[in-house]
């Protein structure tokens, strides 16, 4: 935080401390929810193309037979 509170501090944050860290939590959430979203992405991705592949090597195989 930029305004220097330290939550071991006894005394209640001011106002404009509290609003500033309310601001950076916030900042802090949407940065860490893109990239859990970003990774989520890719990982559905990544399962999707796996159960094709595991979908057209079972085809594949029901044709030989």
């Known amino acids: 935080m930029k305004n220097g509170y ?3 501090s ?5 106002d404009s ?6 601001k950076d939590v ?8 893109a990239i859990a979203s ?3 992405h890719d990982i ?5 193309r796996e159960a094709k592949s595991r979908f057209n090597d079972r085809l594949a195989l029901n ?3």
Do not use: A, W
């Open 10 to 14: 006894s005394e209640e944050p001011t």
């Open 26 to 33: 916030l900042t802090d959430v949407k940065k860490r929810s």
């Open 63 to 65: 044709e030989l037979k």
């Open 17 to 22: 401390q509290l609003h500033q860290l309310m």
């Open 38 to 40: 970003k990774r989520l």
């Open 6 to 8: 330290n939550f071991l």
């Open 44 to 48: 559905q991705l990544l399962e999707i």
